[in-house]
């Protein structure tokens, strides 16, 4: 079957550094996302990664490699309102997009 | 403003009853989605719409039919509710179905309760 691992929580000081891991086990490959969701909202587009290597747009990057079935979300210079829910999603052979369950990210002063 | 809009925002309805979710864009994209949102689950598709008069099952399609008569709309009906359709409905579109980013963009969702 196909699946999406992420971890459920993390939590993080405002200010830091903090990294959000997805690994994928899917039917073919044809992109990986990253959506941002604050709690009670719609999920916003964040990075989109198809081929392997890190995507740098501001405070937040994506990685990713293909022969590991791994990405990661990388947040810097965190801010109170990065606190949100953080989904990864997988494009597979036909193009239908698989999601994880996203991680909840709690960010402290 | 361009985007989705989805209505309503939340409901509750008694068990038995038929009820339809709108969702209408003003992007003119193409594909249309109808995603549902559990505790703990990742979003699932009930069903998809890649081009105004084709609509095609999702993962999880039974107990809901669509219809896509037109570009902008994509309403999503409960025949007869059932307490498991309790959830939070999405309604997405994007601009395509194959190569690029094809990004999705979201409605504000509808949270729907059946008792």
């Known amino acids: 079957g196909q699946n999406i691992d992420q971890p459920t929580e993390m939590t993080a000081t405002e200010g830091a550094i903090v990294q959000i891991n997805c690994t994928y086990q899917?039917?073919?490959?044809?992109?990986l996302f990253w959506y941002q969701q604050h709690a009670g909202e719609a999920p916003t587009f964040l990075s989109y990664n198809v081929l392997d290597g890190l995507e740098e747009k501001g405070r937040f990057s994506s990685f990713l490699s293909r022969s590991k079935g791994y990405s990661y979300l990388l947040l810097k210079e965190l801010q109170m309102k990065d606190s949100a829910s953080y989904l990864c999603?997988?494009?597979?052979?036909?193009?239908?997009?698989?999601w994880g369950a996203g991680t909840k990210l709690i960010i402290k002063p | 403003i361009a985007g989705i809009t989805q209505a309503p925002t939340s409901q509750i309805l008694a068990a038995g009853r038929r009820m339809t979710l709108r969702c209408t864009q003003d992007m003119r994209h193409n594909a249309m989605y109808w995603y549902r949102q559990d505790l703990g689950l990742g979003l699932r598709l009930i069903h998809y719409s890649n081009t105004a008069g084709t609509t095609g099952k999702g993962e999880v399609p039974d107990g809901y039919s669509v219809s896509r008569a037109n570009t902008d709309d994509f309403p999503l009906t409960l025949a007869s509710a059932v307490p498991s359709q309790t959830s939070v409905y999405f309604c997405?579109?994007?601009?395509?179905?194959?190569?690029?980013?094809?990004?999705?963009?979201f409605g504000a969702g509808s949270r729907l309760t059946v008792l």
């Open positions: 997405a579109s994007s601009g395509g179905t194959s190569s690029g980013a094809n990004v999705l963009t």
């Open positions: 899917t039917s073919g490959f044809n992109g």
């Open positions: 999603a997988v494009r597979d052979s036909n193009y239908q997009l698989i």
